[in-house]
Every structure is written in structure tokens, then in C-alpha cells.
T-cell receptor, first 112, second 114 residues
Framework: SQQGEEDPQALSIQEGENATMNCSYK?????LQWYRQNSGRGLVHLIL?????REKHSGRLRVTLDTSKKSSSLLITASRAADTASYFC????????????FGQGTILTVHP | NAGVTQTPKFQVLKTGQSMTLQCAQD?????MYWYRQDPGMGLRLIYY???????DKGEVPNGYNVSRLNKREFSLRLESAAPSQTSVYFC?????????????FGQGTRLTVV
């Protein structure tokens, strides 16, 4: 079964706007990661946030984690057409290092 | 630096045929994984290998076998393909630590079983 539920399933915005994607999960985690997948390609790691962290930044990406609500959000600021992709959250269990459980993904379309 | 390389990229099989998907990584990672991705879904773990010489089942192992040939290579075999195995298959590798580790993915194999 899928660990994560992502919301929304699809998001369409204009270039320059911010994009926010949400992820909820069910069991305890060691960390939560976000990946991007361009159409027809493999997944690329974006950012990892540990269970004892609440917020993390990387360039135009901001990730938050609320372990009490078992949820995370990914914010992409000042979106570009090149950000068009599917975005997946993935959780790593504290008892199974390396094994990732993925959410269903959010399809982001950024219009020029 | 190639990262994770999968072959083939595309394959069409008839029901009942067998095939092996190959995966190799050049990052000296101990752990390797096989996932499948179905339309509208995230990736689901089929099998993984925590280190050379070990393999273990993931969430959806039925109908598959794996071999960790050496530290670099991890293959996935379909002994008797079924239409339900039509999917995109991804191999990944990582070096797990207690602090967490990112996974590196191959480009995927798009498999159609008719």
C-alpha cells in the first residue's frame, strides 16, 4: 500500500507563481524526501528532511515537516516552465534504511 | 559518470515469455532496488538488496525474481510474464545511513506484456 497521499493530484500555474504540494503519510519515519520526475525519465532527488527537522530550504525549494500531523509540504517559489514535472514524496522508515515508500505524486504544469 | 544504467529501455513480451532486466551502478553503493510504476501511482518496491549477497522482498514481489550478481549489478527476472506486469520498471541505488540517504534512479524500462 502507498504510504503517502499527495495533494493536489494535479496543479496548473503560470510562470512566476509559487507552487505548493502536500504529502501525508501513515507510519513513523526516519526522513521524508521529495523527488522530481520529468516525463519519460527517472526520478531525481530534490531534498531530504529528517524527522527531527521542521523546515529546510534548497534554492527555490522549501520543505516543511510536521510529524505530529504526519504531513509535509513542498513549496517551489517563482516557478519556471522547466519546473513542469511530477513530484513525489517518499518516506524512509526508521527500521528499514534505504527502502523508500512513495506517494502517488503531484503533476505540476507551469505555463510560460 | 553514468550513475544507474538500465537495459533495455523498451520491451514488448508475449504472455508467458521470460526476460531479465539489467541494472548496473557505478557509485559503489551497497544497496540496490527495483521499483515498478503504474499509471497514476507512485513507485512500489518489488525487491531490494541491502548489500552484495543479500536480497529481500518488497511490497509487490510476486512474479519476479532477482539476482545481486556483484556490488555493481542487480537484475530483475520475469519468469512467465503476465499482462498485469505491464509497467515501467526503475532500478535505484543508495548508500543508506542513519541520517538518511538519497536514491539514484535509472531511466526506466517500459515493459508491455501482450
Amino acid at each position: 500500500s502507498q504510504q503517502g497521499e499527495e495533494d493536489p493530484q494535479a496543479l496548473s500555474i503560470q510562470e512566476g507563481e509559487n507552487a505548493t504540494m502536500n504529502c501525508s503519510y501513515k507510519t513513523s519515519i526516519n526522513n521524508l524526501q521529495w523527488y522530481r520526475q520529468n516525463s519519460g525519465r527517472g526520478l531525481v532527488h530534490l531534498i531530504l528532511i529528517r524527522s527531527n527537522e521542521r523546515e529546510k530550504h534548497s534554492g527555490r525549494l522549501r520543505v516543511t515537516l510536521d510529524t505530529s500531523k504526519k504531513s509535509s509540504s513542498l513549496l517551489i517559489t517563482a516557478s519556471r516552465a522547466a519546473d513542469t514535472a511530477s513530484y513525489f514524496c517518499a518516506t524512509e522508515s526508521p527500521t528499514s534504511y534505504g527502502k523508500l515508500t512513495f506517494g502517488q505524486g503531484t503533476i505540476l504544469t507551469v505555463h510560460p | 559518470n553514468a550513475g544507474v544504467t538500465q537495459t533495455p529501455k523498451f520491451q514488448v513480451l508475449k504472455t508467458g515469455q521470460s526476460m531479465t532486466l539489467q541494472c548496473a551502478q557505478d557509485m559503489n553503493h551497497n544497496s540496490m532496488y527495483w521499483y515498478r510504476q503504474d499509471p497514476g501511482m507512485g513507485l512500489r518496491l518489488i525487491y531490494y538488496s541491502a548489500s552484495e549477497g543479500t536480497t529481500d522482498k518488497g511490497e509487490v514481489p510476486n512474479g519476479y525474481n532477482v539476482s545481486r550478481l556483484n556490488k555493481r549489478e542487480f537484475s530483475l527476472r520475469l519468469e512467465s510474464a503476465a499482462p498485469s506486469q505491464t509497467s515501467v520498471y526503475f532500478c535505484a541505488s543508495s548508500e543508506p545511513t542513519g541520517a538518511g540517504s538519497e536514491a539514484f534512479f535509472g531511466q526506466g524500462t517500459r515493459l508491455t506484456v501482450v
